[in-house]
């Protein structure tokens, strides 16, 4: 990495942004592609001369606060919030606990256990650890759920996909209430002095912004699961699935298995695993 990475990254990403995009008039002569400093200083309460010090590298210690005002102002996706903060963090030499933060605790599958997920088949099952990164899978899962984008990427997390993809308030119809069993079981772990959590909560709080850093600052509620997901399938439609956890033994992982929760569920699901009808039955009931 260059010695003003950092600096690099924020005058290409305001280069990179138009004043319409903002609300801010085009005017002639202008001799900057994108905003210029003064209007990027005007958007997010920066100075023109400290956001002048921090594009020429003479700045390398912003804080948090201020690199979120500027992700603000800029309309940065939660992949170029990401980054800026991994640069940051780079520059301030916490790289090292940034990285290891992406690899959560557990990643390995025992063969009992992926034997065990194969069983569930055409049931779609996940197996997770307490970070929410997807280790392994049925078939029946990934059908269900990676048309809605949460398999993407090469380590899927549930977490970071509910509040940081666009696509998932749409993929869920009560995304509010699954927000919340997120940051709670997230506050849990971070209460058990869990050494991951709090990084992974940092980084959540400065890429989802106000949706995940409200709920991180209320009070404190009970870590549930709830035993129904209503899911938007763009092939199925909605349907409504029967959660069940089930905890594995001394490594901080679960597998979470979804059934069909009506008649028209299971028929949905049964198109879906291209199985005859009444493969996955209907499961009623709390």
Not at 212 to 241: D, I, K, N, Y
Not at 263 to 276: C, Q, V
Request: net charge neutral; hydrophobic share 40%.
């Amino acid at each position: 990495m260059s010695d003003n990475e950092l600096g690099a990254f924020l005058r290409a990403r305001r280069e990179a942004v138009k004043p319409a995009d903002v609300g801010l008039p085009d005017g002639p002569r202008r001799r900057t592609p994108g905003l210029r400093r003064s209007e990027l200083a005007t958007l997010s309460g920066v100075s023109v001369e400290y956001l002048t010090r921090l594009e020429q590298g003479r700045d390398r210690n912003p804080s948090m606060q201020v690199l979120g005002t500027l992700a603000d102002a800029l309309r940065m996706t939660p992949d170029e919030r990401n980054h800026l903060r991994t640069l940051s963090k780079t520059l301030n030499g916490s790289v090292a606990l940034c990285t290891a933060a992406n690899q959560a605790p557990v990643r390995t599958v025992r063969p009992t256990v992926r034997a065990l997920l194969d069983r569930f088949e055409p049931t779609p099952a996940v197996l997770l650890n307490r970070l929410g990164d997807v280790l392994a899978r049925t078939g029946g899962y990934e059908r269900l759920f990676g048309p809605v984008g949460l398999l993407d990427g090469d380590t899927p997390n549930v977490i970071r996909y509910a509040f940081t993809d666009p696509r998932a308030k749409a993929a869920f119809p009560e995304w509010d209430r699954i927000a919340d069993e997120h940051v709670a079981a997230l506050k849990l772990e971070a209460a058990h002095d869990d050494v991951f959590t709090p990084e992974l909560i940092s980084e959540l709080t400065f890429a989802a912004g106000r949706d995940f850093a409200e709920r991180v600052a209320g009070p404190p509620s009970p870590a549930t699961v709830a035993r129904r997901l209503r899911l938007a399938h763009p092939q199925a439609g909605e349907l409504l699935l029967a959660c069940e956890v089930l905890d594995l033994f001394d490594d901080g992982q679960r597998i979470l298995a979804h059934l069909p929760g009506d008649a028209a569920t299971s028929a949905a699901l049964d198109r879906l695993t291209g199985r005859l009808p009444g493969a996955l039955r209907a499961v009623n009931g709390g």
